[in-house]
């Protein structure tokens, strides 16, 4: 998918990852080039939030690559890729309830000794998410479904990680507040990180993207620039809801 010159930040050659007996994921490859949007879309239970926990390093594979940014991390530990730049907002947001917002964004820089970065980048965040600034002192655990979402992203940013991935970032959140978590998502990919997107929500991750997968119990059944899987049958009757 990518094209002659253009740098990749992650590719993944030919994964296999088994949960005991069961193969989740079936020899697939995905490449993910400097600056896009990169959707990985699927029904439930297709594979996509084990594909991004493989690469996180909190699943192990148990046979094929990953490559960051030229480097072999297939067996590295979690913290050592997370160290490495790569930042996951996990499914179901898991901020910390018991911290306040100050609190659970500085949990997300606890790598960084740039003081200064950090203050850039909290005021960044601020600029995307204004409603965070109000609630500082505020128990993450007291915000609302999508000011946790908003909290999650934050927290994940404030790693100043080289690639983004999300898993099902608007979950569970009312129409108006999806709309506005993919126009955060666009925003932070303008400003110049790299994203893997892992969305049910395939209309919304299709038109933010660049180029997307369709997961199918563990295999890509289908890949293509998001423009035109939007306009692929197949993609239209089984994800988008139009026959």
């Known amino acids: 998918m990518s094209e002659a010159g253009e740098k990749l930040v992650l590719e993944i050659k030919d994964l296999h990852v088994y949960y005991g007996a069961i193969h989740a994921i079936k020899g697939i490859s995905i490449k993910v080039p400097q600056g896009k949007i990169i959707t990985l879309i699927g029904a439930n239970g297709a594979g996509k939030t084990t594909t991004l926990s493989t690469i996180s390093g909190l699943v192990k594979a148990r046979s094929g690559k990953i490559f ?39 949990m997300g820089a606890y790598n960084r000794k740039d003081k200064e970065g950090i203050k850039e980048d909290l005021e960044w965040i601020f600029s995307l998410f204004p409603r965070l600034k109000e609630r500082l002192s505020q128990m993450g655990g007291t915000l609302s479904g999508g000011e946790q979402q908003m909290l999650a992203i934050s927290r994940a940013l404030m790693s100043r990680p080289r690639l ?65 899987l939007l306009e692929n049958e197949m993609v239209k009757k089984a994800y988008l809801g139009m026959s």
């Open 68 to 106: 960051f940014n030229g480097v072999d991390i297939t067996n590295k530990p979690a913290h050592a890729i997370n160290r490495m730049g790569i930042a996951m907002v996990p499914e179901g947001r898991r901020i910390f309830p018991g911290l306040t917002v100050y609190e659970n964004l500085m």
């Open 164 to 228: 983004l991935m999300m898993d099902e970032p608007s979950l569970g959140l009312a129409p108006i507040l999806v709309e506005e978590v993919f126009e955060v998502i666009q925003k932070i990919n303008k400003e110049g990180t790299t994203i893997l997107l892992v969305e049910q929500n395939a209309y919304g991750a299709l038109r933010i993207s660049d180029y997307g997968y369709v997961l199918e119990t563990g295999n890509i059944v289908l890949e293509g620039p998001s423009s035109e």
